[in-house]
């Protein structure tokens, strides 16, 4: 692994910019021998990390990113979590798995809401209205299908009428949309922060360490710039860049998406964005916007994606920018303040890793962009898995495994002719 084709981002987090200043941890140095090492100080690898220990309060963990935390992908997402899962596209034909996923994500969820309010993290973390809107017939379409499909399940939800999108989200911009009201917004870079700095003082945290070899010989070895850390038990909390290792290259893909956040917003122009104090907007198609209000006078959109690789920075924020306008008219003169990109891991299937790569060796990751919940669930069960602790069946054949993926040249290839196929689905909807 390279710190330019990994870690390094062409611009700041802005969640992470509109923060205080934190002071990371040190980078690690020397030789370490411990039972425990964590790779990846995310939400997967902070719960991992947290889980172990309440665990084997006994057993050495150390804890390592290659990056600072609250810069790294955890702390560029759009700050959606709940305690359920449904897929974008909700029918009748894979509402079984959203029922046996339901208690784990609600295990996932709990347990971190649990840590947010016991250590007092301060992260804006706020039941809010969280609507799918529509733009197009198809999302339309898909929104009315998920609907009745709620009604069976018994999720509390509301379909919006354009008229009430407009007196919600100020924009006529959306036809209907589906209110599912038992959904969370929050600050994600603030989350990260408190979850790695809220750690038990036991855990070696250890930024700016990035493992650059990871070997075995009756224990794990990794090697870092200037240190060593051997390890009875590893964890491969790094998402897309597990591959980077070695693992799942032919399972993910690491799809970059761009935000942008707006510029503080006069009283006049806050006032005119809807009579919701709280509220987001995802889309009813991968390919499509997403949309949420950031505290009372902010505003913040997050579209456009690219394969494995960054876009050019003035094409991003020109493109959210015509985004931002084509949505918000009315506040057409506001501009993006903070505009950033952020890496997720993507399987072709949609389902996760989770579980045991070789002795000693675990990792989970391939969230598919919804890795709050779903990162810090994989990361406390991967904990309870090396330790003997739980039974897990039940989640393996809830979350699936990834499918195979084709190998370069094709893989490159198409992933560009499905994203463009895609594109021109979702019209409207970006």
């Known amino acids: 692994m390279t710190r330019s084709k990994v870690h390094d981002f062409n611009a700041p987090s802005g969640w992470n910019a509109m923060l205080p200043p934190r002071r990371p941890n040190p980078p690690i140095a020397g030789t370490h021998r411990v039972k425990y090492a964590v790779v990846g100080a995310g939400y997967t690898g902070a719960a991992a990390a947290r889980r172990l220990h309440e665990l084997d309060p006994a057993g050495d963990i150390v804890l390592l990113d290659a990056g600072t935390v ?27 798995r959203v029922g046996k996923i339901k208690p784990y994500y609600e295990e996932g969820f709990y347990w971190l809401k649990d840590i947010v309010e016991r250590h007092a993290i301060e992260c804006g973390l706020v039941r809010a209205g969280v609507i799918r809107g529509a733009a197009t017939d198809l999302g339309e379409s898909r929104i009315r ?9 018994g999720y509390e939800h509301q379909i919006l009428t354009r008229e009430e999108m407009n007196e919600r989200v ?15 917004l929050l600050q994600p870079a603030a989350l990260i922060r408190g979850l790695v700095d809220s750690l038990p003082k036991a855990i070696q945290v250890h930024e700016r360490s990035m493992v650059r070899k990871l070997s075995r010989s009756g224990t794990w070895r990794l090697e870092l710039d200037g240190a060593a850390v051997e390890a009875d038990f590893v964890v491969l909390a790094t998402n897309a860049y597990v591959k980077h290792f070695g693992y799942l290259v032919d399972r993910t893909v690491a799809t970059y ?17 809807g009579s919701m104090e709280h509220w987001g907007i995802l889309p009813p198609h991968k390919m499509g916007t997403t949309c949420r209000r950031v505290g009372q006078n902010r505003l913040m959109v997050r579209s456009l994606a690219s394969y494995e690789g960054e876009l050019r920075p003035d094409v991003v924020k020109a493109g959210l920018t015509d985004i931002f306008r084509a949505r918000w008219p009315h506040l057409a003169h506001v501009r993006l303040e903070h505009v950033w990109g952020g890496a997720t891991a993507f399987t072709m299937n949609g389902a996760p890793w989770w579980g045991k790569f070789d002795e000693g060796l675990y990792s989970a990751g391939g969230c598919n962009g919804a890795g709050i919940t779903k990162g810090t669930l994989l990361g406390k069960r991967l904990a309870e898995l090396m330790t003997g602790s739980g039974e897990h069946g039940g989640l393996v054949e809830a979350i699936g495994e990834p499918s195979w993926i084709a190998p370069e040249p094709f893989r490159r290839i198409g992933y560009h002719v499905i994203a463009r196929k895609e594109r021109k689905m979702a019209g409207a909807e970006r």
């Open 70 to 96: 609250g810069e790294g992908s955890s702390g560029r997402n759009s700050g959606f979590t709940r305690p359920l899962e449904f897929p974008m596209e909700l029918t009748r034909a894979n509402a079984g």
């Open 145 to 153: 299908t998920a609907g009745k499909v709620l009604d069976e399940l």
């Open 257 to 273: 998406t761009y935000a942008g956040i707006t510029e503080a917003m006069t009283p006049e122009d806050a006032a005119r964005c």
């Open 170 to 184: 100020a924009t006529r911009y959306y036809r209907c949309g589906l209110l599912v009201t038992d959904s969370y």
